[in-house]
């Protein structure tokens, strides 16, 4: 217990200190994002101490309609992501990996599990490109995009930093995705399990049936 | 329980610090010799792209010479438009070349460095070999194939087990 408190720790020393030994841009300070702290690693997850509310977030979905998170995910297995569609790598294996390990839960359990892909880049990803990218994924998987601040939010409260798209003197973008999938439990809605990118297709494969009853994996 | 946290605790820091070396270390100006790097190719491969907008691909450039080199560039019949992209803390940006280390490797790997495909000519499926030649510094070109794998195909050398 205690010596998972130190890893954690270790783990957002290191972080702080990657972010800062370039030194290129001055580490603006990004507002606050929670502070996670994990009782444990359950093989891949981390189970939280102290799970997340899940956010008062109402955001755009792929057909252009308004999408109120906590009133469509009520009571509902739920994994949330933070990505961006022109993302040849990490968005992409994550979505496929969930798609993958979805497909291998029974029918009904398909049904109840909510996959909601936040973007990170409102600028680029529309409803109509959101929804074309996940449906090629799965097509019963949630797109989300909106105003940015509005997903900076969202996603701080969850443990989750993100910046926005930035456009360089050469005029390429350089977007930004969340490090984590966060579970959400339908016994509590509370966002209580944590993956992190090296999360494999076998890994959700086990879990989610866990998580599909709130339990820990 | 113990042994293992600490082993997690030292993969994690080992990491991190590398992320941080390989990030910011500036050019190891190499010892000049004129012999040209021996540069091989291993684990080439494309996770089957999305849609026709991109593509990532992935791979192991090791050199066995004592002179250092760089991967400036790449060209395939797939796509007009390919670059090197580097990740850093989640988020990616074009590079000019990446550095092939003397008796080392340039490791790329998904969540790391990667080459991007932009604007593909054709939406390439599992099974399917693309042809891509390799450009360096010093060494001639390398031309190879990229094995096309399942989106959710990370590589041996990954260490997501």
Redesign the interface.
Known sequence: MRTTRVTVAAFVAAAALALTACGGEPAKSSGSVTQITGTGKAGSATVLDRPFDKPDLVLTDTTGKPWNLREQTKGRPTLIYFGYTNCPDVCPLTMSNIAVARKALPKADQDKLQVVFVTTDPERDTPESLGKWLKAQDPSFIGLTGDFATIQTAARSLGIGIEAAKKEADGSVVSMHGAQVLAFSPKTDEGYLLYGESTTVDDYTKDLPKIIKGENP | ??AR??R??AA??SL??A??IS??SSEPEGKTEDATPKLTVSGAFM?E???D????AFMVITNDSKTPDKLTGLTSPLSDDLQI?E????????VASLDVPANGRLSLE??GS?V??MGLKTKPKVGDKVKVELKFAKADPVTIELDVK???Y?GQS????
Do not use: E, I, W, Y
């Open positions: 329980m113990n946290t600490t997690t605790l994690a820091l991190t610090a992320l941080a990030g910011c996770p792209p999305v849609d907008k991109m593509a990532g992209h990740t850093k803390d989640q988020k990616m940006r074009q998904r969540g990667h991007m495909f399942d989106r959710t990370t990954s260490n997501a087990h």
